[in-house]
């Protein structure tokens, strides 16, 4: 059964001069997959991301999540639907200062009404996997880069959502973060069958993946698949990238 | 690029900044300009008779005014120079050199600051006129206003604000030596600490206020000053304490109800509060502060506005009253008062008073310049009382025998004394004769003579007494729109000699209208600007929160919480923050009106005003919460 399917997407940002950055994209990604998204810089990642994430509206074409098309919605279904079919984990964490480790968790619980037990259950259940149970009275500004990023898995997965979106999740953090967070990704994409879209131009974060999709210009490139061997992915990605070209990093702009 | 064209470009980027720094300067010019300029306008001066001692009320006012609009303009400032860390930390970056960066914001601030000065002063001219006219006419003054630009108040003005704008220009030099360019970028996470409640602060909070409540009621000195100081010092701390720790305090303990918390945006709002109350205890401190400084200012000049008919309904109970000499008088006067067609009379009494020497030393008051043994003493029957009761819209219908009688409260006694139960004694050529009170009015029925003991006794009584004391009678009218009777009551003054003792309303209300005028005025232009910067200091506030707040509603959207509920959450905490402050103040206020004044709270002619000032402050300030809402979610609702 596919979770997420993309018909013929397009997507022309209006402007002084209008810009197609999504052009004819046709992919699915079946329950239980982790693909991951790779991409030169400017390549259209981002936007994608944004129209499944319903963040943004699409020009043309059709996103169907679970079968159901989130841009036909209102508004507030729109903000529901979010709240019941996704999750999201971004490069800058996106946690609140303003909440400890355990309240940014259990936010979208909240949001929801449900009871104080079940939210505890949950809870437990989500950090003890994710190894954050021991800071969770703690504050956003106390813990480190790789347990901020588990974190906000955490906050995404605790609603069993049924699509996980991660734009560059180990994009602000150092190599043994990395991993920390790649393994629990791919732990909980195993062992609860979730399903995950990642979008990244890491290509060792890219390496978890089972498939990994490749866009240029706003246009599909090409799709290559695991196998057995991470190794071997890995290297099969670095060649897709030097093929690809252009600058596979994204600059971290001076953000004012 | 030149560091012009960055200037400049930057001033576009960051219009609504600049714009906000720029109106609030000019709208502290405009203010004091205009406050300035009635002080030295010669038509004001001519108006007030007493214009020696007018002058003090009006330079304490100005002494005022330049606290408030120093503290404004800082305030603003501060808020303005948050919002620009961020750029000037870029130019560092960039490689502008600092001094040159300190250089360009400190012409910035000073060209700014000049050119709000020149617009403030165009527009104080405009306005004064406007409050020139509002003034004299509260004066009842019938001068003309002509079109001045005052050279002393242009003088003042700038003196004041070329100070004030140098001060800040130099703040603005300074900033870019006074962090480092790490703090520069990340000004918006300053004052962000997680606020400590500490149990002991929450407690002190309480009680420091409580005292100073108590000790309004239970004096502990008898020196005032001590008693005041005691007091203000008691409020100002309590309050500090309170939205220092006492409101976090309360919020985390809040917390503690998990199912509460843990639903909904509760949890976002909640944390959002306890954020914000540190950093912001000053502030909120001063907005409840001043609104109860505002609140009572105004409240006491509208009282006594309010009061003043009231006051001179109790000096000329009736429109117009004089002692009947003879007909043709009394037919002149009839012709006067029947054909002024505008106020028709509603009523037209012959009240047959008699006066006879009484020995009131029974009672607490006794007139100035009269000794207690033998005080003329006014006599009303019964049957003219009710009548008078009827015609002046009393509900009284009184009923005397025998030596019974009823008192009314003479204008000058303040003793509050409760007159029923006592005697008096009357003096008649024959023999004395004691009456007994049985009861008391405070309102009184004629125009005030001195002394001013007014007994109604029972007409059994009144005509025993007449037989041997020649009554006389007073004309009484009582008119519809009895304020406007100017012409009637000029023609009267005119045909009526001195001894017929003739009262008139409207002369009892101008002559009340023009010495409140002045304490309204003062009062009420006061109030008017304190109310705009408690209102214009909030919504600053929350727009600077607004923006430090951005990423975390944009969070909050992309994990599924709907603009709507971004909405419902901002205005709740937005409520709060107005509200609370207000409530504060406005219960300071009440405990102020008695402690200064000795308001009797209870009594309705002083409720009356109060409570109105209150609604319409509430009313003005509620305004400013509804525009905070709209613009803090135009912020973040994007
Ligand atoms: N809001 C926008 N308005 C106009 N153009 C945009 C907008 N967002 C992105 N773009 C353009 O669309 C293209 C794809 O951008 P993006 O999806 O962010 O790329 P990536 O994430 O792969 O680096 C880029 O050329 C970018 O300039
Ligand atoms: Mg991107």
Redesign the interface.
């Known amino acids: 059964m596919s979770i997420l399917t993309v018909d013929h997407l397009e997507k022309i940002y209006e402007g002084k001069v209008a810009h197609k950055a999504l052009d004819n994209i046709n992919f699915s990604v079946e329950k239980g997959e982790f693909v991951g998204v790779m991409g030169p810089s400017g390549s259209g990642k981002t936007t994608l991301l944004n129209l499944i994430a319903t963040i943004d509206r699409p020009t043309a074409g059709e996103i169907l999540i679970n079968g159901k098309n989130p841009h036909v919605l209102n508004r507030k279904e729109t903000a529901l639907f979010r709240r019941h079919e996704l999750g999201f984990v971004f490069q800058h964490f996106n946690l609140l200062d303003t909440l400890t480790v355990e309240e940014n968790i259990v936010l979208p619980l909240t949001l929801d009404g449900e009871s104080i037990k079940e939210m505890d259950k949950k809870l437990q259940y989500v950090t003890k996997k994710l190894g954050i149970d021991s800071i969770l009275k703690k504050r956003t500004y106390e813990i480190s880069g790789g347990q901020m990023q588990r974190t906000a898995i955490a906050r995404s997965i605790i609603h069993k959502p049924s699509l996980i979106l991660a734009d560059e999740p180990t994009g602000n953090l150092d190599s043994k973060a990395s991993k920390d967070v790649m393994e629990t990704i791919t732990a909980i994409n195993k062992e609860d069958q979730a399903t995950v879209l990642m979008v990244t131009h890491d290509p060792f974060a890219a390496s978890y993946c089972h498939r990994v999709i490749f866009i240029k210009d706003g246009q599909l490139y090409n799709e290559i698949y695991r196998g057995e061997n991470r190794q071997a992915f890995f290297q099969k990605i670095m060649d897709m990238l030097a093929l690809l070209g252009g600058d596979n990093r994204d600059l971290s702009t001076v953000r004012l | 690029m030149t560091l012009f064209s960055v200037t400049r470009k930057n001033i576009q980027g960051n219009f609504k900044n600049y714009l906000i720094y720029f109106l609030s300067m000019i709208f502290s010019v405009v203010i004091y300009y205009t406050f300035v300029s009635l002080q030295y306008s010669e038509e004001i001066q001519k108006s007030i008779q007493s214009w020696e001692t007018m002058r003090s009320i009006f330079v304490q006012a100005s002494i005022m005014l330049i606290l408030f609009v120093t503290v404004f303009i800082l305030y603003s400032n501060a808020f303005f120079t948050k919002k620009r860390k ?2 000037v930390g ?1 130019y560092s ?1 960039l490689g502008v050199r600092k001094k040159t960066i300190g250089k360009m914001l400190f012409y910035e601030n000073l060209i700014m600051g000049a050119i709000a000065v020149l617009i403030g002063v165009l527009l104080g001219t405009l306005l004064s006129k406007l409050f020139t006219m509002m003034l004299l006419k509260l004066l009842s003054s019938t001068i003309n206003v002509s079109f001045s630009i005052s050279f002393e108040a242009v003088l003042n003005t700038l003196i004041v604000f070329s100070i004030i704008i140098l001060f800040t220009s130099i703040q603005a030099n300074r900033l870019i030596y006074r962090f480092k360019l790490i703090e520069l970028f990340h000004a918006e996470q300053e004052g ?1 600490q ?1 606020a400590k409640a500490s149990v002991g602060a929450a407690a002190g909070s309480i009680i420091l206020i409580a005292f100073s409540y108590w000790i309004v009621f239970h004096p502990i000195t008898e020196q005032q000053l001590v008693q005041l100081s005691l007091v203000l010092f008691g409020i100002v701390a309590g309050t500090y304490l309170l939205f220092r720790s006492l409101i976090v305090y309360l919020l985390r303990a809040s917390q503690k109800n ?2 509460r918390y ?7 709002g909640t ?2 509060l ?2 914000r109350f540190k950093g912001n205890a000053r502030t909120l401190t001063m907005i409840s502060l001043l609104s109860s400084v505002t609140l009572c200012a105004i409240s006491v000049g509208y009282g006594g506005y309010y009061n003043i008919e009231k006051t001179a309904r109790n000096w000329s109970p009736f429109s117009y009253s004089y002692i009947s000499k003879n007909e043709v008088f009394d037919h002149q006067a009839d012709q006067i008062i029947l054909e002024d067609k505008e106020h028709p009379v509603q009523g037209k009494l012959d009240i047959s008073v008699i006066q006879v020497n009484g020995d009131i030393s029974d009672l607490e008051y006794v007139p100035y310049g009269y000794a207690a043994k033998s005080v003329p003493t006014r006599l009303i029957a019964v049957s003219t009382y009710n009548q008078i009761a009827k015609v002046l819209n009393r509900e009284e219908n009184l009923r005397l025998s025998g030596n019974e009688a009823a008192a009314i409260r003479p204008w000058q006694d303040n003793t509050f004394s409760d007159y029923v139960g006592h005697t008096i004694t009357l003096k008649l050529s024959e023999e004395n004769h004691s009456i007994k009170f049985v009861k008391m009015f405070e309102e009184r029925v004629l125009g005030w003579v001195s002394p001013d003991i007014y007994v109604v006794v029972s007409d059994r009584l009144y005509t025993d007494i007449a037989k041997q004391v020649k009554p006389f009678v007073y004309q009484a009218y009582k008119v519809k729109n009895e304020k406007s009777t100017i012409e009637t009551a000029k023609k009267l003054e005119k045909l009526l000699a001195k001894d017929t003792e003739l009262s008139t309303f409207y002369t009892m209300y101008t002559k009340e209208l023009e010495s409140s005028g002045i304490d309204i005025f003062l009062l009420g232009f006061l109030g008017l600007v304190f109310l705009a910067a408690t209102g214009s200091i909030i919504y600053f506030k929350q727009l600077n929160e607004a923006y430090s707040d951005q990423e ?1 509603y944009q ?11 971004v909405l419902t959450t901002l205005s709740k905490q937005t409520l709060f923050v107005f509200l609370l402050p207000l409530v504060v103040g406005i219960l300071h206020c009440t405990i102020i009106l008695k402690a200064i004044f000795g308001v009797n709270l209870a009594e309705k002619t002083i409720m009356i005003p109060i409570f109105m000032v209150m609604a319409a402050y509430v009313i003005i300030y509620l305004g400013y919460y509804v525009l905070t809402v709209k613009s803090s979610n135009n912020i973040v609702n994007k």
């Not at chain 2, 843990?262 to 976002?268: A, D, P, Q, T, V």
């Not at chain 2, 969070?555 to 919480?561: A, D, M, Q, S, T």
């Open positions: 961020k750029e870029l970056l962000e997680v998990k199912s843990y639903r909904g945006m509760n949890l976002i944390t959002q306890i954020y975390r969070i909050l959207r992309k994990i599924g919480v709907s603009k709507r509920e």
